[in-house]
């Protein structure tokens, strides 16, 4: 048997011959980008990158799966990283993706005609308070998310104020979606927490209580709470907790209750009956503010992507290597499938970062060139 040392020796050989070798790779993935650019072509070809792989795994013996398998991973990470090379020289030539958003200092919330959906003392009533304050010129609410996008849509406000996700119950899919139906852009986001009380008509007991109204969310978050103290309650379904306390209030039946906020109490002259209902006390949902406006503070932080890449094994790693490779960070990632393909999927992805930010300039120039779509949806 060898000795452990010697042969380290000699992979140590072979790593720096490897290494040369890969130098003058990437020498040669210089001039290509400088060909391509002078010819007026991408830099991502499909069909030339398939074949090679094909012809480099056929150079490993047939009987060999797993070499082949190591070749072809090999080779999709060095044609990886020499597209990323590409790219960056692409967009020091001045090709770069072109998101169409303008930098300012800062929002002007004076003129503002904001909507949320829900009625009054909706927790999307509480974050637009929370995130505009009394800038705003005026407010208006809606029944329906959709019915928010056509109000940015048609002009008759200038921001709305959506749920994107909840830290227990998980993602507003519905949202998602309208998202990329919709031509908005997301310009802030609000986390609000989500504080649950039990609430009654004036004079009502915990004991009286038979039928409970709150959003699907809603009861979902203090489903243990229901479960282990009040099995028996009849639990109903409406729109949101805000329009659940109102019923309470209209109806007037001591036997029925909402769960809402303690601020839908003070508005709808409830009773509190029990307060911190909810499973999880430390229960948090981030809103997104939206505008028809492509415009990102200059401090922005966040952007948000959607993207459409192509169904093939590996692409979502082709996809997110424009990532990795220029140091970014992701920090979310939700899919959603598009609507009349089947089993094909939208991705919505959330990184740190800004568009002024060369890493992410580098990064937006190749997921636009790589993927199928490509949509900067804010910069946040």
């Known amino acids: 048997m060898r000795d452990l040392l010697e042969i380290r020796d000699e992979i140590d050989v072979i790593d720096k011959d490897i290494l040369n070798l890969f130098t003058k790779r990437m020498e040669l993935a210089c001039q290509v980008a400088d060909y391509k650019i002078a010819n007026g072509k991408g830099v991502y070809d499909k069909e030339r990158e398939d074949a090679k792989l094909v012809k480099l795994s056929s150079y490993v013996d047939d009987d060999d799966i797993f070499s082949q398998m190591a070749v072809r991973e090999l080779y ?69 998310w959709r019915d928010a996008m056509d109000a940015i849509s048609s002009g008759e406000a200038d921001y709305a104020v959506l749920p994107i996700e909840n830290s227990l119950a998980g993602s507003i899919e519905e949202n998602f979606d309208l998202l990329s139906e919709y031509n908005v852009v997301i310009i802030g986001e609000q986390i609000i927490k989500v504080d649950h009380a039990l609430l009654g008509v004036k004079g009502a007991k915990i004991e009286d209580i038979k039928t409970v109204y709150s959003h699907p969310k809603a009861i979902a978050q203090c489903e243990n ?20 306390a109102q019923k309470i209030h209209d109806d007037n039946d001591i036997t029925q209750a909402a ?122």
């Not at 597209?83 to 929002?107: M, P, S, W």
């Not at 705003?136 to 609410?141: A, D, E, L, R």
């Not at 303690?262 to 911190?276: G, M, R, V």
Request: glycine share 6%; aromatic share 10%; net charge neutral.
């Open 225 to 244: 709470y229901i479960r282990n103290n009040h099995i028996e309650w009849d639990v109903k379904n409406l729109r949101n907790t805000a329009m659940s």
């Open 76 to 144: 999709t990470q060095i044609m990886s990283i020499s597209r990323k090379k590409q790219f960056a020289i692409l967009r020091d030539k001045g090709v770069e993706f072109k998101t169409g958003f303008t930098k300012v200092d800062k929002f002007d919330f004076s003129n503002a005609v904001v909507c949320f959906q829900g009625v009054q003392g909706a927790y999307s009533e509480l974050a637009m308070r929370a995130f505009f304050g009394e800038s705003m010129k005026s407010n208006f609410h809606v029944d329906l």
């Open 259 to 380: 769960i809402g906020s303690t601020y839908n109490a003070k508005l709808y002259d409830l009773d509190i009956l029990e307060e911190s209902i909810q499973d999880d006390k430390n229960n948090e949902t981030r809103f997104i503010i939206v505008s028809k406006d492509k415009k990102y503070k200059e401090s922005a932080n966040q952007i948000s992507l959607c993207l459409e890449i192509s169904h093939e094994p590996g692409s979502l790693y082709r996809i997110l290597s424009n990532l990795m490779f220029n140091g970014i960070n992701m920090n979310r990632i939700e899919s959603r499938p598009i609507k009349g393909v089947n089993w094909q999927y939208r991705f919505f992805i959330d990184i740190d970062g800004n568009l002024d930010d060369e890493a992410v300039r580098n990064a937006l120039t190749g997921l636009a060139e790589e993927c199928v779509s490509l949509r900067v949806l804010g910069n946040y």
